[in-house]
């Protein structure tokens, strides 16, 4: 299995600051079609994850522009231009390159 | 636009066998290049994919659940469901159902999820 590892675990950020989240797989999640099929959701309290990012920059259908994704290879970075309220919750990093599909184990947004 | 559904018992006996179901409107389940998966958290956790299965029949399970595992698809009723066997408390969780569209028609990732429905495992 591909493991997902996202650091850090825990991020408080001041309104209005940048935000930085990290993601590193155990193996190239380039795909043999020349895909890269490393995604980002952000979970809301009490709410199902929603898609933010795929193929490692594509931003989503009503995804702002403030969210951004960057990487290669084995490691990828989600970044928020500056935080607002709405941000908070838990980020996971996933990749669907290889089965089984795995995820990072979570990084929890805060404001400080 | 579309929309997915999860129902089922939202408690189960230890050793018996959960069964769920996602009920999918707002457009096809049979629709080219769309892949139709389960995953789970348990209280507190993160996210774990179960398996996905498409509109053929075609399965694919995380090994470490596969043994008691069984996705299936019926397109008449635009429902796919999920059969997980031999539940222990640590089968406890939300279990959500989600779209993913394949890469080669576009993403790769699941960008529709249903909102989730939570299973108990308690005698």
């Known amino acids: 299995d591909i493991v997902m590892t996202q650091t850090p675990l825990s991020s408080p950020v001041t309104l209005g600051q940048p935000a930085s989240i990290s993601c590193r797989s155990s193996?190239?999640?380039?795909?043999?079609?020349?895909?890269?099929?490393l995604s980002w959701l952000q979970q809301r309290p009490g709410q199902p994850p929603r898609l933010l990012i795929y193929?490692?920059?594509n931003r989503y259908s009503g995804v702002p522009d403030r969210f951004s994704g960057s990487g290669a290879g084995t490691d990828f970075t989600l970044k928020i231009s500056r935080v607002e309220a709405e941000d908070v919750g838990v980020y996971y990093c996933?990749?669907?390159?290889?089965?089984?599909?795995?995820f990072g184990q979570g990084t929890k947004l805060e404001i400080k | 636009q579309l929309q997915l559904q999860e129902s089922g018992p939202g408690l189960v006996k230890p050793s018996e066998t959960l069964s769920l179901t996602c009920t999918v409107s707002?457009?096809?389940?049979?629709?080219?290049?769309?892949?139709w998966g389960w995953i789970r958290q348990p209280p507190g956790k993160g996210l774990e994919w179960i398996g996905s299965i498409y509109y053929s029949g075609s399965t694919y399970y995380n090994p470490s659940l596969k043994s008691r595992v069984t996705i299936s698809v019926d397109t008449s009723k635009r429902q796919f469901s999920l059969k997980l066997s031999s539940v222990t408390a640590a089968d406890t969780a939300v279990y959500y159902c989600?779209?993913?569209?394949?890469?080669?028609?576009?993403?790769?990732?699941?960008?529709?999820w249903g909102q989730g429905t939570t299973v108990t495992v308690s005698s």
């Open positions: 193996q190239s999640l380039v795909h043999s079609d020349g895909n890269t099929y």
């Open positions: 996933m990749q669907a390159t290889q089965y089984p599909y795995t």
């Open positions: 707002g457009g096809s389940i049979t629709s080219s290049g769309y892949y």
């Open positions: 989600a779209r993913l569209e394949s890469g080669s028609y576009g993403g790769g990732a699941f960008d529709i």
């Open positions: 193929k490692i920059s």
